[in-house]
């Protein structure tokens, strides 16, 4: 079925860019973008520019659930491109296909930031001059698979902007190869450390135990508040940090980490209880073993702390990737 | 997702950067934050993200504040000015209030041509004379 607009005219695809899902975009629309777009300062041309918005908006559903692509009202679809960064979209695009304008256009608006964001990363003039090169050259389309030209700007589909994507690419990026470089490093450290055989346990604490029962605590808890714990307690996040991400203020951040510590405790307590330890027992339990729990402002960077902490980041890390799992299937 | 950048099974890029800027919708914010509860990869992916952001930003408010002074000093005239163009707001609309009411009572008076015609007619009520052309006491 294919989509009626209010001016039935779309655009006229070649049959081998055609998308697989029937659909058009009125060209009043098409129109309008292309005007607010600046994409013709970009070098593009106006069915590259159709092509490229059909596929996007296709591609994800014009913002509307799964299959729904098709049924998009024209004025789903102009909403759907207005929460895009239509501008950063565009240059992105005629970038990766290469158009010199574009990237004269794009070296002049954000060489500088790249470079500036590979510094702020890596956190040393030169490691940052050189991560930020290297994905300069990748965007730059030096990467040829399969005889195509691949650039990593295709991917980019005006969700948040360009600068912040790059940002985020470098970081992904900076962070992929330290833990590449120290992986072995960071094992033997891990396994050191979170063995049983070098962290033997204390003469009468059921450490198993304990580990399932803060592994059904932890569990139980929403998706933020996991983060919360593992930011704070794991990464060693300060307050401000986890407040600027999550666009609230640090007090915000501080109360619903005692909270939900708070009832951390009280279920590890439950749990161990329900398992036949008495109440001086559990409590003994939680004492001795994640006891930074209890106390959130002392336990981070405490050394005798550190093979707890390791241990409850393993009941962390264990947790699914279900969604994204499914995602990248499909 | 991004098989180019991420063939595993992170959120891509393009996700994690739409986090960091607040641009997701609520389902797919919540699935990315429950990714990052248990990716230790990604969320200091998207704190060193924000960091940068959060760096640039202040390195490009320093540049202006930079700026800022020697622009101020060679207009301190206009500076100070800038902190009363409020006012002009009431200023103008009392002007123009004030030019309406000149001009209302300007054209409600009557107009000077008429004025002979007037004192003629005030003359002939006085005078019991419904028309007719003034004439002095000599004539």
């Known amino acids: 079925m294919s989509v009626v607009p209010a001016q039935p005219v779309g655009t006229a695809l070649q049959a081998d860019l055609a998308p697989p899902v029937p659909c058009v975009i009125s060209s009043r629309l098409l129109d309008e973008l292309w005007r607010t777009s600046e994409a013709e300062a970009c070098g593009l041309l106006r069915p590259e520019f159709d092509q490229i918005l059909l596929r996007i908006g296709i591609a994800r559903n014009f913002g509307l659930a799964s299959g729904l692509a098709s049924q998009a009202t024209e004025e789903e679809q102009a909403a759907y491109f207005q929460s895009l960064r239509l501008s950063d979209l565009v240059l992105a695009r005629a970038c990766a296909r290469g158009h010199e304008r574009a990237w004269e256009r794009f070296i002049a608006l954000y060489r500088q930031p790249l470079l500036r964001a590979g510094i702020a990363i890596t956190s040393n003039e030169s490691l940052g001059r050189e991560l930020a090169d290297g994905l300069y050259a990748e965007l730059y389309g030096l990467n040829i698979r399969e005889g195509e030209r691949r650039c990593p700007l295709d991917s980019y589909s005006g969700r948040g902007s360009l600068l912040g994507w790059l940002r985020t690419t470098l970081a992904q990026r900076f962070v992929d190869q330290h833990r590449r470089t120290h992986r072995e490093q960071a094992l033997d450290e891990t396994t050191e450390c979170s063995s049983p055989a070098s962290a033997p346990p204390e003469p009468g604490l059921p450490l198993p135990l304990l580990a399932v029962v803060v592994e059904e605590s932890l569990e139980r808890q929403g998706p933020e508040e996991r983060f919360l714990l593992a930011s704070y307690y794991l990464d060693g996040r300060k307050l401000h940090e986890i407040a600027a991400l999550l666009g609230v203020h640090e007090a915000t951040v501080s109360r619903r980490l005692k909270r939900v510590t708070g009832a951390v405790r009280k279920q590890i307590l439950r749990g161990l209880e329900r398992r036949g330890l008495s109440r001086r027992a559990a409590e003994e339990a939680l004492a001795t073993d994640p006891r930074d729990l209890s106390a959130p402002q002392d336990s981070i960077g405490a050394g005798d702390a550190h093979s707890n902490l390791l241990r409850l980041k393993e009941l962390l890390q264990k947790s699914p990737m279900k969604a994204f799992r499914e995602q990248a299937e499909r | ?139």
């Open chain 2, 1 to 139: 997702m991004n098989r180019v950048l991420q063939p595993d099974v992170h959120p891509d890029a393009e996700s994690l950067n739409a986090f960091v800027e607040r641009a997701l919708p609520q389902p797919e914010r919540a699935q990315i934050v429950a990714h990052l509860g248990g990716c230790a990869r990604c969320r200091e992916v998207v704190f060193l993200a924000q960091a940068a952001a959060e760096t640039d930003a202040a390195l490009v408010a320093a540049v202006k504040t930079e700026l800022l002074p020697a622009e101020s000093s060679r207009t301190w005239w206009w500076a100070a000015f800038a902190n009363w163009r409020i006012a002009l707001v009431p200023a103008a609309a009392l002007a123009t209030a004030a030019g309406l009411l000149i001009w209302v009572q300007m054209k409600s008076a009557p107009p000077r041509s008429d004025r002979g015609t007037g004192i003629a007619s005030i003359s002939d009520a006085f005078s019991g004379r419904a028309s007719g052309p003034v004439s002095g006491p000599g004539c």
